[in-house]
T-cell receptor, first 118, second 105 residues
Framework: QLQLQESGPGLVKPSGTLSLTCTVS??????????WGWIRQAPGRGLEWIGN???????YYNPSLQSRVTLSVDTSRDQFSLKLSSVTAADTGVYYC??????????WGQGLLITVAS | SYELTQPPSVSVSPGQTAFITCSGE??????ASWYQQKPGQSPRLLIY???KRPSSIPERFSGSSSGNTATLTISGAQAMDEAAYYC????????FGGGTKLTVL
């Protein structure tokens, strides 16, 4: 049973870069059956896909965020990371990391609330 | 761009059956998944590949898909089923529906 845990600063200044890490346990991030994804949820709103990546570094981004998003992976630590640049208040919300098997996400982290404010 | 459309809200009486729909062009040839999210919790996978249910999910949850519409059915809805429900599909991008708030009263 995979477990995922998000970590990172809960407060980011406007125009700054949001940096989060997801640590995978209970399995290897190099598992070829899984993609690793980030999804966010603004307060009171629905789920928004940010991007997915494979352990070999292949990445897939939401076109609406692509210019500001970078995903990376550290297989030695079973971690993958998200960087979102030029943040504004609209980027405030709960950020989830999740494991995607085929077409669906079957394991999710508990989520991390990120606030963009000065 | 592709979108997945869900009704914002659905109400059902306890013990009755609730139907939550998800419509979008991409569903014609892509699998739908469904997630349940209760306040303050992470989403939980309920249905994958249109109609498959993880072993931990109660049998009262079922899924189906026809044409460009996927449907989540909750048979014998219970108070504990009050939650937001999201559909999701995947091509090269992942799409989520806007979510449906289920009220059981």
């Amino acid at each position: 049973q995979l477990q995922l845990q998000e970590s990172g600063p809960g407060l980011v200044k406007p125009s700054g870069t949001l940096s989060l890490t997801c640590t995978v346990s209970g399995g290897s991030i190099s598992n070829a059956f899984y993609f690793w994804g980030w999804i966010r949820q603004a307060p009171g709103r629905g789920l928004e896909w940010i991007g997915n990546m494979f352990f070999d570094g292949a990445t897939y981004y939401n076109p609406s965020l692509q210019s500001r998003v970078t995903l990376s992976v550290d297989t030695s630590r079973d971690q993958f990371s998200l960087k979102l640049s030029s943040v504004t208040a609209a980027d405030t919300g709960v950020y989830y990391c999740a494991a995607k098997r085929g077409s669906y996400y079957d394991f999710w982290g508990q989520g991390l609330l990120i606030t963009v404010a000065s | 761009s592709y979108e997945l459309t869900q009704p914002p809200s659905v109400s059902v009486s306890p013990g009755q059956t609730a139907f939550i729909t998800c419509s979008g062009e991409t569903l014609n040839d892509k699998f739908a998944s469904w997630y349940q999210q209760k306040p303050g919790q992470s989403p939980r996978l309920l249905i994958y590949q249109d109609d498959k249910r993880p072993s931990s999910i109660p049998e009262r949850f079922s899924g189906s898909s026809s044409g460009n519409t996927a449907t989540l059915t909750i048979s014998g809805a219970q108070a504990m089923d009050e939650a937001a429900y999201y559909c999701q599909a995947w091509d090269t991008s992942t799409l989520f529906g806007g979510g449906t708030k289920l009220t059981v009263l």
